[in-house]
């Protein structure tokens, strides 16, 4: 008698943006390497949003009815920071990865990239090249956890741990690091564009001084500070040096040869394979549920495509 077919465990990709989204968005590449899986045959998938007609700041992703009228097996949940939606999610009894962030209110497994050690990394290189003074363009986002109709605006996560490792760096040398330039969180990135066009050259005209280099919280804002440092004539390196951080998606090119940054690179198909392995534990129950969180944190490489000028004195 032949042994009945077993069910493919089938994994929820659950995500703040809409689900129609995913797929073309910055986790595009954490999105297809599940949709691989899927086509292999080894698991079904699906992608869970956030809802039309729920209110985003309030509603970080799915409803929980929504999440258990999918009979999934295990949750994979991207960039959703809010502590007790994710606690809400962790008592469904779910094998639970969280990519992209930490909780720290639950046990949940986590693939983070290693932001502030990236951050010390650029720190240390601006300090060891001879640059004075440092400033860092920061993303700031509306605060999910305040009431609604509130304003409050906090520093995004990711801008945080970058900035903190930069500022770390700095602590024991003579570079100065400027005040951050907040930018809103738009799901627009056009709007970075238009905000830094505007506030770099006021900035810059109220201090009296330009930044001998400038980093922040992603490659999307320092193209952007590129932009703006041309148009105000300056240039890169020459005038201002530059270093961002960067998601890699292996599948294009996406920064025409005269707007690359140096930066420090992460890889997205990394995330999703650690992902996958602390998922297959649970599922597989070599890893009981009552295992502490695990946390895996992939190190950024640095590369560099000659945005940073060596100001450092001739030895004698």
Not at 149 to 176: C, F, P, W, Y
Not at 258 to 270: P, S
């Amino acid at each position: 008698m032949a042994e009945p077919s077993r069910r493919l465990p089938c994994i929820g990709l659950l995500h703040w943006h809409l689900a129609s989204k995913v797929k073309d968005n910055y986790c595009r590449e954490l999105y297809r390497y599940f949709d691989e899986r899927r086509a292999a045959g080894q698991i079904e998938f699906e992608v869970l949003g956030c809802e039309l007609g729920r209110n985003p700041e309030s509603d970080p992703g799915p409803s929980l009815e929504a999440v258990r009228n999918a009979r999934l097996d295990a949750l994979i949940t991207n960039g959703i920071w809010n502590e007790p939606y994710l606690g809400d999610l962790h008592a469904l009894g779910l094998p639970m990865v969280s990519v992209d962030f930490q909780p720290r209110g639950s046990a949940i497994d986590a693939v983070t990239f290693s932001n502030e050690s990236a951050g010390e990394q650029i720190g240390r290189i601006f300090a060891e090249t001879g640059h004075r003074d440092v400033m860092f363009v920061s993303v700031f986002r509306n605060d999910r956890g305040m009431a609604l109709g509130a304003t409050k605006h906090i520093e995004d996560d990711t801008s945080l741990e970058r900035r903190s490792g930069v500022q770390q760096a700095l602590v024991t040398t003579n570079v100065e690091m400027w005040p951050t330039l907040p930018l809103l969180v738009r799901d627009d990135a056009t709007n970075y564009h238009l905000q830094l066009v505007a506030k770099l050259p006021k900035m810059f005209q109220s201090l009296g001084q330009v930044p001998q280099a400038i980093t922040g919280h992603d490659n999307t804002v320092l193209h952007s500070v590129y932009e703006a440092l041309t148009r105000m004539n300056l240039k890169v390196p020459g005038d201002v040096s530059l270093i961002g951080f960067h998601g890699v998606d292996r599948s294009k090119d996406e920064v025409p040869p005269d707007r690359r940054v140096n930066c420090m690179l992460f890889c997205w198909q990394d995330m999703a394979e650690q992902a996958w392995k602390l998922l297959q534990g649970r599922l597989s129950g070599k890893v009981p549920p009552e295992t502490a969180q695990r946390l895996v944190s992939l190190p950024g490489q640095y590369t560099d495509f000659g945005t940073v000028r060596d100001r450092r004195e001739p030895s004698a």
